[in-house]
């Protein structure tokens, strides 16, 4: 019997020892990699697929190291992992550094002098071992073979196959395939389920606009929303739900086995997602090469359209396609990149377009126009005109010494102004830029290269200038007075007109609106049968016209100044485009009917949003806060007359596909002169948001929509409606007071709930309470200004402790 057991014991052994090999390469306690050594230079995999170690990356600096982890077997772009600093920037290691792994606090990084620069972190149980898999995956186990620790938790830029990324995950680009400091690329796993691309500021970490969304999230059940990205075996990437279904993001590949080669999924220094695939047994032949199997988005050029941000490539650039689909940034002709080494970097002009002191025009002497088919800066135009045609078009901006492009396509013409963003060169791309250029000026005198110029050529040229600006002015004198007589013609017929008597409808400024009849809205809208809301002044409904969805706002609660009010709607907020703005697309004003139509919102109001079933999360909040700002100051010191909305709340904000905030609802709202500050009307607003001003006077400033901004912004902090008191514990009083009592006592965790993702951002949090705290002050004087409000929420402006806006009772 003694010998079967000897045996069964032996073979016992023999199993477990194969099974954690199979498993991984077991590291023990106490052993260490040094930079830059030639002894041990790496823990590799059992099947050599994978190493983990310190890689020289800096072709410049042969004394700087990465702790990473790459394919020990693909000879290039093959790191997949390394040690990163909380904002995601790599954690670099001079030569000599000693990466140690410890039983008390797993892997510890530590540079020659002994001093820490990094470890694997959080460490809950005491160290075994540590074993790199074959998956790519180094695991850090405890004494019950459990994981207490693994690098597939703590991606960089690539997932490995049977790799998930969890709810908040991010994939970040670096800032070029050599230079692996943070880029401005992520991929991110959101807390409503949907899985972004999207760009960020550099400086702060703020995420700008998602070029690629999955749409995995529902509003109506959160179960049909997504919960992990798994890239799996077979190297498919798809969205794992919470009901178990699976939203493909790639389809699963085809011709390529898994056992023959290696995949990953990459967020590239490009802004592209790419699933790409190596041939295994290939050992640094030169044949062998990465081979993208999908790309997300398509075409990144064309896919980019944020207000924010520059875009691919950098500002006053342009992107386009290479022969592999991969994107290529270029300066226009004319401008050159501001870093010589970084073509992703901005584009300046060589001769910078100046405009004069007190100048607004420009004249054809001192500029050209290049044309440039098939390419647009999409963004951030300043002015538009329809109907127009191409020469009109590039005489507004020669014209204009503002413009540096003109953007022309379908009888419109768009004029943008430094700096300019997501330009884009597309065969799909219908519009033509024309980009002014200044000319040669070296006819005009100015000395080149250091040669003197002699002093009889000079005085020559000096006469040429003198008479050539005499000409211009002259010509541009007969131009004005020209275009004072047909103004003057053209105001005295609308005065023939204004005293005629004419039909309502042919009494609106164009605004490029699109006028329907009431019969073609009442077949868009089935006979005006699905109800999406109601407003001050009308109810709204979904419809349907050739070109998509729409919103269909009847206004039947007529009010004894509503055509008056129809007016106003159809004039400023047909020729008030904003990103944040509900944009108005037609009308119909025949007999007593008045209708609006308006772009439709997809994802509702953000009422529905912040008091639905589930809390949206701190990052969309933050987001729609911001966007709903900009919307107001945009209308309050940005349009051409001033407009007061009068009703700021949840129910008067909409969200698009894509959770952008946009103000809706301007039926009341009035308009100011530039040179007044205040206007009358008739109380209007929503209770809980209307500001004290409104009861003392009938006049009122822009202010009041400060003060109802400030309680949606708390209700934004909160998920909280200000007057719901059966929402608060103990029968606190209004949310305005609660919130100032809890800022006071330094009690910020009670108003977000303990949401922890509000909580780890306590600075930015602290932050909205107290400009909503100032936008609440009772007098108006000491309310902020919408555009002050925005650069204190953004960061750019600094935010004082706030006064107590009214005295009340503790309420935390």
């Given at each position: 019997?003694?010998p079967?057991?000897?045996?069964?014991l032996l073979?016992?052994?023999?199993?477990?020892v194969v099974?954690a090999q199979?498993?991984g390469t077991?590291i023990?306690t106490?052993?260490s990699?040094?930079?830059?050594?030639f002894?041990v230079?790496?823990w590799?995999?059992?099947?050599d697929?994978?190493a983990f170690?310190?890689?020289n990356v800096?072709n410049?600096n042969?004394?700087?190291?990465?702790?990473?982890?790459w394919?020990?077997?693909?000879?290039?772009?093959n790191?997949?992992?390394?040690?990163?600093?909380?904002?995601n920037?790599p954690?670099?290691?001079?030569?000599?550094?000693k990466v140690?792994l410890?039983?008390t606090?797993?892997?510890?990084l530590?540079?020659?002098?002994g001093g820490?620069?990094?470890?694997?972190?959080?460490?809950t149980a005491?160290?075994a071992?540590g074993s790199?898999?074959d998956t790519?995956?180094?695991v850090?186990?405890?004494?019950i073979?459990?994981s207490?620790w693994?690098?597939?938790?703590?991606?960089t830029d690539?997932l490995?196959?049977?790799q998930?990324l969890?709810?908040?995950g991010?994939?970040?680009?670096r800032?070029?395939q050599g230079?692996?400091?943070l880029g401005?690329?992520?991929?991110?796993?959101?807390r409503?389920g949907?899985a972004v691309l999207n760009?960020?500021n550099l400086?702060?970490g703020?995420?700008?606009?998602?070029?690629?969304i999955?749409?995995t999230h529902d509003?109506?059940?959160?179960q049909?929303?997504g919960?992990?990205v798994?890239f799996?075996?077979q190297?498919?990437?798809?969205?794992l739900?919470?009901?178990?279904?699976?939203?493909?993001i790639?389809?699963?590949?085809?011709?390529?086995?898994v056992?023959?080669?290696?995949?990953?999924t990459?967020m590239?220094?490009?802004?592209?997602l790419?699933?790409s695939?190596?041939?295994?047994?290939?050992?640094g032949d030169?044949?062998?090469s990465?081979?993208?199997l999908f790309?997300i988005?398509?075409?990144?050029?064309?896919a980019?359209?944020g207000e924010?941000s520059s875009?691919i490539?950098g500002?006053?650039?342009i992107?386009?396609?290479?022969?592999?689909?991969r994107?290529r940034?270029?300066?226009?002709?004319g401008?050159s990149?501001?870093d010589l080494?970084?073509?992703?970097?901005?584009?300046?002009a060589?001769?910078?377009?100046?405009c004069?002191?007190g100048a607004?025009?420009?004249t054809?002497d001192l500029?050209?126009?290049?044309?440039l088919?098939?390419t647009?800066?999409?963004?951030l135009?300043y002015?538009?005109y329809?109907?127009?045609?191409?020469e009109?078009?590039?005489?507004?901006?020669l014209l204009?010494c503002l413009?540096v492009?003109?953007v022309y396509r379908d009888?419109?013409?768009w004029?943008?102004k430094l700096p300019l963003?997501?330009?884009?060169?597309d065969?799909k791309?219908?519009s033509v830029?024309?980009?002014?250029?200044?000319?040669?000026?070296?006819?005009?005198?100015?000395?080149?290269?250091?040669?003197?110029?002699?002093?009889?050529?000079?005085?020559?040229q000096?006469?040429?200038?003198?008479?050539s600006?005499l000409?211009?002015?002259s010509l541009f004198?007969?131009l004005?007075?020209?275009?004072?007589i047909c103004w003057?013609?053209?105001?005295?017929?609308k005065?023939k007109?204004a005293?005629g008597?004419?039909?309502p409808?042919?009494s609106f400024e164009?605004?490029?609106l699109?006028?329907?009849?009431?019969k073609e809205?009442?077949?868009?809208t089935?006979?005006f049968?699905?109800e999406l809301?109601?407003?001050?002044?009308?109810?709204?409904?979904?419809?349907?016209?050739?070109?998509?969805v729409?919103?269909?706002?009847?206004?039947?609660r007529?009010?004894?100044d509503?055509?008056?009010?129809f007016?106003?709607?159809?004039?400023?907020i047909?020729?008030?485009?904003?990103k944040n703005l509900?944009r108005?697309l037609?009308?119909?004003?025949e007999g007593?009917?008045?209708?609006?139509v308006y772009e439709f919102m997809?994802?509702?109001?953000l009422?529905?949003?912040?008091f639905?079933?589930?809390?949206?999360s701190?990052?969309l909040?933050?987001?729609?806060a911001?966007g709903i700002?900009?919307?107001?100051?945009?209308?309050?010191?940005?349009?051409?007359?001033?407009?007061?909305?009068?009703?700021i709340?949840?129910q008067n904000?909409l969200l698009d596909?894509h959770y952008?905030a946009?103000?809706?609802?301007?039926g009341?709202?009035?308009l100011?002169?530039m040179?007044?500050?205040?206007?009358?009307t008739?109380i209007?607003?929503?209770k809980?948001?209307v500001?004290?001003?409104?009861f003392?006077s009938?006049q009122?400033?822009?202010?009041v929509?400060?003060?109802?901004?400030g309680?949606q912004?708390?209700?934004?902090?909160?998920?909280?409606?200000?007057?719901?008191m059966?929402?608060?514990e103990?029968g606190q009083?209004?949310l305005?007071?609660?919130?100032?009592?809890?800022f006071?006592?330094?009690?910020?965790?009670?108003?977000?709930?303990?949401?922890?993702?509000?909580?780890d951002?306590m600075?930015?949090l602290?932050?909205?309470?107290?400009?909503?705290i100032?936008?609440?002050?009772?007098?108006?004087s000491?309310r902020p200004?919408?555009?002050r409000?925005t650069?204190?929420?953004?960061?750019i402006a600094p935010?004082?402790v706030p006064?107590?806006?009214?005295?009340?009772?503790?309420?935390?």
């Amino acid at each position: 019997m003694v010998p079967v057991s000897v045996f069964l014991l032996l073979l016992l052994s023999f199993v477990v020892v194969v099974c954690a090999q199979s498993n991984g390469t077991r590291i023990s306690t106490g052993s260490s990699l040094v930079a830059g050594s030639f002894s041990v230079q790496a823990w590799r995999s059992p099947s050599d697929d994978f190493a983990f170690g310190f890689r020289n990356v800096d072709n410049n600096n042969d004394d700087l190291f990465l702790l990473a982890i790459w394919f020990y077997k693909v000879p290039e772009n093959n790191i997949v992992w390394f040690a990163k600093e909380k904002d995601n920037n790599p954690v670099f290691a001079p030569r000599g550094s000693k990466v140690e792994l410890t039983a008390t606090s797993g892997l510890v990084l530590r540079n020659g002098n002994g001093g820490e620069i990094w470890k694997s972190e959080p460490i809950t149980a005491s160290v075994a071992f540590g074993s790199m898999k074959d998956t790519g995956n180094f695991v850090l186990v405890d004494s019950i073979n459990g994981s207490i620790w693994e690098s597939f938790s703590y991606p960089t830029d690539t997932l490995l196959p049977t790799q998930k990324l969890e709810v908040d995950g991010v994939l970040s680009s670096r800032k070029s395939q050599g230079n692996f400091s943070l880029g401005k690329f992520q991929f991110r796993l959101l807390r409503d389920g949907n899985a972004v691309l999207n760009t960020i500021n550099l400086r702060s970490g703020f995420p700008y606009d998602a070029y690629y969304i999955s749409n995995t999230h529902d509003s109506a059940s959160s179960q049909n929303s997504g919960r992990q990205v798994i890239f799996d075996e077979q190297g498919f990437l798809y969205v794992l739900k919470r009901n178990g279904e699976q939203s493909n993001i790639t389809q699963p590949s085809v011709g390529n086995p898994v056992e023959a080669y290696y995949y990953k999924t990459t967020m590239n220094f490009d802004g592209v997602l790419s699933v790409s695939s190596y041939p295994k047994g290939i050992d640094g032949d030169a044949n062998g090469s990465w081979k993208d199997l999908f790309r997300i988005p398509d075409n990144i050029c064309m896919a980019m359209r944020g207000e924010l941000s520059s875009g691919i490539c950098g500002y006053n650039s342009i992107c386009t396609l290479n022969d592999d689909q991969r994107p290529r940034c270029k300066c226009p002709t004319g401008y050159s990149f501001m870093d010589l080494n970084d073509t992703y970097s901005n584009c300046v002009a060589n001769i910078p377009q100046i405009c004069e002191e007190g100048a607004q025009n420009s004249t054809d002497d001192l500029y050209s126009l290049q044309e440039l088919p098939n390419t647009d800066w999409p963004m951030l135009d300043y002015e538009r005109y329809n109907p127009f045609n191409a020469e009109e078009c590039k005489k507004a901006c020669l014209l204009d010494c503002l413009c540096v492009v003109a953007v022309y396509r379908d009888n419109t013409c768009w004029k943008k102004k430094l700096p300019l963003s997501n330009g884009r060169e597309d065969s799909k791309e219908i519009s033509v830029s024309f980009l002014k250029l200044r000319r040669n000026t070296s006819s005009t005198g100015k000395p080149q290269d250091g040669f003197p110029i002699p002093e009889g050529k000079k005085n020559q040229q000096t006469l040429i200038v003198v008479i050539s600006v005499l000409l211009g002015c002259s010509l541009f004198v007969i131009l004005i007075l020209a275009s004072m007589i047909c103004w003057g013609f053209i105001s005295c017929n609308k005065k023939k007109l204004a005293a005629g008597d004419i039909q309502p409808s042919e009494s609106f400024e164009s605004n490029n609106l699109c006028q329907f009849t009431y019969k073609e809205l009442r077949e868009a809208t089935n006979g005006f049968k699905e109800e999406l809301g109601r407003g001050s002044c009308g109810i709204v409904y979904k419809g349907r016209i050739k070109t998509g969805v729409v919103a269909v706002k009847q206004l039947d609660r007529v009010f004894e100044d509503s055509e008056k009010e129809f007016r106003t709607e159809v004039n400023v907020i047909g020729q008030t485009h904003h990103k944040n703005l509900v944009r108005l697309l037609g009308y119909c004003n025949e007999g007593r009917y008045r209708i609006l139509v308006y772009e439709f919102m997809s994802n509702g109001t953000l009422a529905d949003l912040l008091f639905g079933d589930r809390k949206p999360s701190w990052n969309l909040r933050t987001q729609i806060a911001y966007g709903i700002a900009r919307g107001l100051m945009y209308l309050h010191e940005e349009c051409d007359k001033q407009i007061i909305h009068c009703d700021i709340k949840p129910q008067n904000v909409l969200l698009d596909e894509h959770y952008n905030a946009k103000i809706a609802d301007f039926g009341l709202a009035k308009l100011l002169k530039m040179d007044q500050s205040r206007t009358e009307t008739g109380i209007r607003g929503t209770k809980g948001y209307v500001a004290p001003d409104w009861f003392r006077s009938a006049q009122v400033t822009a202010k009041v929509d400060v003060y109802s901004f400030g309680v949606q912004l708390l209700e934004i902090i909160c998920c909280r409606r200000n007057g719901d008191m059966n929402d608060f514990e103990g029968g606190q009083e209004l949310l305005v007071d609660w919130a100032y009592d809890c800022f006071q006592q330094g009690r910020l965790d009670v108003l977000v709930e303990e949401d922890l993702e509000a909580m780890d951002d306590m600075r930015r949090l602290e932050t909205f309470v107290m400009v909503a705290i100032w936008c609440l002050q009772e007098d108006p004087s000491q309310r902020p200004t919408m555009k002050r409000v925005t650069w204190m929420l953004e960061g750019i402006a600094p935010v004082s402790v706030p006064p107590n806006p009214n005295p009340f009772t503790s309420n935390c």
